[in-house]
C-alpha cells in the first residue's frame, strides 16, 4: 500500500526555527554519527531523487562528495525543473528557469568537486509544485530505474513541502518495492520543526559529519544556485540567509 498525501498545511511560514536553536537541541545531539561507506558502501549505486535542483545540495552535498570518484556509481534525477520558483516575477520567468536551475545544479556538483562528465542524470520534467498529480507516473518511472541494493536518496515524506512530500511517498514505496535502501533527508523540517520536535523521526536519524573543508565545498556549491540565493529585484532570495545557515550546519541529518 502506498502512503495517501497528507491534509495540506502550509508549515513553511515566517522566519522558522532558528540555527541558534537548534543548537540547543538535545534530541539533534543525541543523534548517532553514521560514516559515509555505510550509507553508500564501494560497488552499490547513489540514485538522488531530487524534487527541485538545488534539493540535492541542499540535503546531501557532503553525501555527493563523498562520491568523489565513484561519479560512474551516481544517478541523479531531478524530477522537475523549478520553474516555479518566482511565481510573480518579470525577470524570472518559467521558461527561463527551466534552462538556468539543471545548469545550476550541474556547476554546483562540479563545486563540490565531482567529475560531472561522468555522473549520470534523468531530467523527468514534472511540472513544478504539482508532483502530487502525477505521484503515479513518477512512481512508474522510479521503478525502471531503482535496482535491487541501491541506496537512494530523497526528500523526507513529510518535510512540509508539497513536492518534497511526494517525491518521498514515491521513492519510499519504489525502494520499498525493488529491495532498495532508502535515504531521506529534511530540508523545510528544519525550519518549521523545532528543536526537540516529536514529529521528526529522531529514532530512524543518522548524521554524516562534514568536515570543513567539504563544508566549505557545499557553501560554494549552494551559492551556484543564482535565482535561488539572489534577491530579485526588491523581493528576497528564495533561499534567504537564515534557511541556508539551518541547512550548513557541520552535519547531514538522514532518516533510515
Ligand atoms: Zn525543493
Not at 543523534?31 to 540535492?56: N, S, W
Not at 529491495?179 to 543518522?206: F, S, T
Not at 556549491?221 to 526588491?234: N, T, Y
Request: with cysteine.
Amino acid at each position: 500500500m502506498r502512503e495517501q498525501a497528507a491534509q495540506a498545511e502550509n508549515l513553511i511560514v515566517g522566519a522558522g526555527t532558528s540555527l541558534a536553536e537548534w543548537q540547543t537541541s538535545l534530541a539533534l545531539s543525541r543523534v548517532p554519527i553514521i560514516a559515509h561507506h555505510q550509507l553508500v558502501p564501494m560497488g552499490r549505486r547513489l540514485v538522488v531523487v531530487a524534487p527541485h535542483p538545488d534539493d540535492e545540495v541542499l540535503g546531501c552535498a557532503g553525501i555527493l562528495s563523498g562520491m568523489k570518484g565513484r561519479e560512474a556509481d551516481v544517478l541523479m534525477i531531478a524530477v522537475t525543473d523549478g520553474e516555479g520558483s518566482h511565481p510573480e516575477s518579470l525577470e524570472w520567468t518559467p521558461s527561463r528557469l527551466c534552462q538556468q536551475r539543471p545548469l545550476e545544479s550541474l556547476h554546483a556538483l562540479d563545486r563540490l568537486g565531482l567529475d560531472t562528465r561522468v555522473l549520470n542524470w534523468r531530467r523527468l520534467r514534472l511540472p513544478d509544485s504539482r508532483v502530487a498529480e502525477h505521484e503515479d507516473q513518477l512512481v512508474d518511472t522510479l521503478m525502471d530505474i531503482i535496482r535491487p541494493g541501491d541506496r537512494v536518496i530523497s526528500t523526507w515524506r513529510r518535510d512540509g513541502h508539497c513536492d518534497h512530500e511526494s517525491t518521498g511517498r514515491a521513492t519510499a514505496y519504489v525502494t520499498t518495492q525493488q529491495d532498495a535502501c532508502l535515504i531521506e533527508v529534511p530540508i523545510w523540517a528544519w525550519h518549521w520543526a523545532g528543536p526537540e520536535d516529536p514529529r521528526i523521526p529522531w529514532a530512524r536519524a543518522h548524521k554524516l559529519m562534514l568536515d570543513a573543508r567539504v563544508l566549505a565545498s557545499k557553501r560554494l556549491a549552494i551559492r551556484a544556485h543564482c535565482s535561488q540565493v539572489s534577491p530579485d529585484g526588491d523581493t528576497p532570495a528564495v533561499l534567504e540567509s537564515e534557511t541556508l545557515e539551518r541547512l550548513l550546519q557541520p552535519f547531514e541529518m538522514v532518516f533510515l
